[in-house]
């Protein structure tokens, strides 16, 4: 089985940290994405990549970056946390070549900031 | 992207059959329709997909008319453990494509009671 693990189910951050999320999976995929969840929004992808060291932008990149130095791992960067930026976030990964199908998402990280 | 549209809520009781549509005026020739159920706590769980006509697996089935400008997600005889939220999601397949504006929009969150 496919399994996507996040480094914190649940995680507390004041205003102006440095947030890091991270994101692995052990099935050799090469797409990953971040996506955040809000009520009555739905999931809004954040970002995505396509290989190790590439990266490509999604529908609300602002305020967030990312890293993928390996092809397992998968990191959001929030250089400087804001209230706004409290969410549910999910990451996920998938084989090539499926184009956006087929995801497989890791359970979540709830950040709140203060 | 194609927009997708679904009811914001539904209630079923077991062993009902549920049927829940989604609206995609504007799908594209080379869009997929894809459904994922997502459970409370969780990331979502990929559950069937389809390109036209009807597509069927252990799970559910996938109608989808001729002009594909919709398509129903049909759960036969659902139980409790059916409660969750659908996300119908439009996009196409293929490398590395479409993963711009890939957005689940806000689901359909079905109840099903005793």
């Known amino acids: 089985d496919v399994k996507v693990t996040q480094s914190s189910r649940y995680l507390v951050k004041r205003t102006g940290e440095k947030v890091f999320l991270e994101c692995v999976q052990d099935?050799?995929?090469?797409?990953m994405f971040w996506y955040r969840q809000d009520p009555g929004l739905g999931l809004r992808l954040i970002y995505f990549?396509?290989?190790?060291?590439?990266?490509e932008k999604g529908d609300i990149p602002e305020g967030y970056s990312v890293s993928r130095e390996k092809k397992e791992r998968f990191s959001l960067i929030l250089e400087s946390a804001s209230t706004n930026q409290t969410s549910m976030y999910l990451c996920?990964?998938?084989?090539?070549?499926?184009?956006?199908?087929?995801?497989?998402f890791g359970p979540g990280t709830r950040l709140t900031v203060l | 992207l194609a927009k997708t549209t679904q009811p914001i809520s539904m209630d079923s009781y077991e062993g009902q059959e549920v049927n829940i549509t989604c609206s995609h005026n504007?799908?594209?020739?080379?869009?997929?329709i894809t459904w994922y159920q997502q459970f409370p706590s969780q990331g979502p769980r990929f559950i069937i997909q389809?390109?036209?006509t009807k597509v069927t697996n252990e799970v559910a089935s996938l109608f989808i008319p001729a002009d594909r400008k919709s398509s129903t997600l049909s759960l036969p005889r659902v139980s409790l453990s059916d409660t969750a939220v659908y996300y119908c999601?439009?996009?196409?397949?293929?490398?590395?494509?479409?993963?711009?504006?890939?957005?689940f929009g806000t689901g359909t969150r079905l109840l099903v009671s005793p």
């Open positions: 996920a990964s998938s084989f090539p070549g499926q184009g956006a199908d087929e995801q497989f």
């Open positions: 099935m050799d995929h090469e797409n």
């Open positions: 990549s396509y290989d190790v060291k590439m990266k």
């Open positions: 504007n799908i594209a020739t080379n869009d997929y």
């Open positions: 389809g390109y036209k």
């Open positions: 999601l439009v996009a196409p397949r293929g490398m590395n494509t479409g993963f711009q504006k890939l957005v």
